[in-house]
């Protein structure tokens, strides 16, 4: 509490202004803040909503974490838990992989992009859900454990890497501490985190009832002269059935 009001309080003060009239309340269990009368119930991240800075305070209400798993991999991981939460619900999961520009230690760069303008919104679901953003170590690290330029493979023969796998244990660690709803675990991804949600979702049907990409290189038909696409398929202005056969989004019929 100390620490949230000492390092919080311009904020604070500038976007809450009943801080200054004396009727704002202050709490440090998940950073909530709420006034005696027009805000009491609502969350920080729901009043912020309301004053539209979400996206440049979003990170107060990501708690900071770190996750060990059984092979040595550490991922730091940044996880927001809805305030009113209730051990008798069951809550869903949404995990969000970040892209390869935000790999790193600092545990700050995986919620830029996706989680910001995820939370944005003042009506989001996300409010009611339990959503956890782990940030991939420095390269050459990367969640889909193969070279970018070698092109297609197999999910199942190429061996998870060990990112991906802390991400399933820390799922597994996050079931056992909270009340979840194992029928509404969630994941997308941006960029090198679209091919990781992809990647960890067609590997394990059973865990995730959704998956999700943004920029995730599902549509490869937009790209007849990038990555040598054209050397296994020949050029699409000649063979443009095997370019509509493989192209990802064409093949979710599979799944």
Not at 234 to 252: A, F, L, R, S
Request: glycine share 8%; with cysteine; hydrophobic share 35%.
């Amino acid at each position: 509490f100390t620490y949230f009001l000492k390092y919080h309080l311009e904020d604070i003060k500038k976007y809450f202004p009943a801080f200054d009239q004396g009727n704002l309340t202050i709490s440090s269990d998940h950073n909530v803040l709420w006034s005696t009368s027009e805000y009491r119930g609502t969350t920080y991240f729901e009043r912020l909503s309301k004053n539209g800075v979400t996206k440049e305070l979003v990170e107060k209400i990501f708690e900071y974490h770190t996750f060990t798993s059984e092979d040595g991999t550490t991922l730091p991981y940044r996880m927001y838990v809805p305030y009113e939460y209730d051990e008798s619900k069951e809550y869903p999961v949404l995990i969000v992989l970040h892209g390869a520009g935000e790999r790193g230690t600092d545990n700050r760069a995986n919620l830029e992009h996706m989680v910001r303008d995820m939370f944005s919104h003042p009506n989001t679901p996300l409010a009611e859900a339990i959503v956890i953003a782990p940030q991939c170590p420095q390269a050459p690290n990367q969640w889909v454990d193969t070279p970018w330029a070698r092109g297609n493979y197999s999910v199942d023969a190429l061996k998870m890497s060990n990112e991906l796998n802390a991400v399933l244990e820390l799922l597994w660690e996050i079931e056992d501490e909270f009340s979840t709803d194992d029928d509404r675990y969630y994941i997308t991804g941006l960029s090198m985190g679209g091919h990781g949600a992809l990647y960890l979702g067609i590997r394990h049907q059973d865990t995730f009832g959704s998956m999700g990409a943004m920029s995730g290189g599902v549509d490869i038909r937009p790209f007849p002269n990038d990555w040598g696409i054209w050397k296994r398929l020949g050029k699409q202005d000649e063979h443009p059935e095997n370019w509509e056969k493989n192209t990802v989004i064409n093949m979710t019929h599979l799944l």
